[in-house]
Nanobody
Framework: QVQLVESGGGLVQAGGSLRLSCAAS????????MNWYRQAPGKQRELVAT???????NYADSVKGRFTISRDRDKNTVYLQMNSLKLEDTAVYYC?????????????????WGQGTLVTVSS
């Protein structure tokens, strides 16, 4: 079983920066994609950033040029560096990883979510 543990959320003033981390546990053999989503109060969850297995990235228009998704392959960890934060970036941020892991002599596919971390941007 693969579990994701997020960290790095908190309170920051507008214009500031935060870095979110999401560490995956388990014997992971393949990662297809690593994603960050967010959900603001009263709104639907939205995809913020994607990092493919080949290294390509995609971002929501609202965060382009301000957020950067990256990974540490050795640690099975994905990061979201958030700069020039705006009030509208306030949300619970969730990481999501799709891949495969080894357990009980078998390779199994997984799609796991982090527990969510709150980012609050104040004026």
């Amino acid at each position: 079983q693969v579990q994701l543990v997020e960290s790095g959320g908190g309170l920051v003033q507008a214009g500031g920066s935060l870095r979110l981390s999401c560490a995956a546990s388990g014997t992971i053999t393949r990662i297809n994609a690593m994603n960050w989503y967010r959900q603001a109060p009263g709104k639907q969850r939205e995809l913020v950033a994607t990092l493919s297995s080949g290294g390509s990235t995609n971002y929501a228009d609202s965060v382009k040029g301000r957020f950067t998704i990256s990974r540490d392959r050795d640690k099975n960890t994905v990061y979201l560096q958030m700069n020039s934060l705006k009030l509208e970036d306030t949300a619970v941020y969730y990481c999501n990883i799709d891949g495969a892991f080894f357990q009980n002599l078998r390779t199994r596919n997984f799609n796991a979510w982090g527990q969510g971390t709150l980012v609050t941007v104040s004026s």
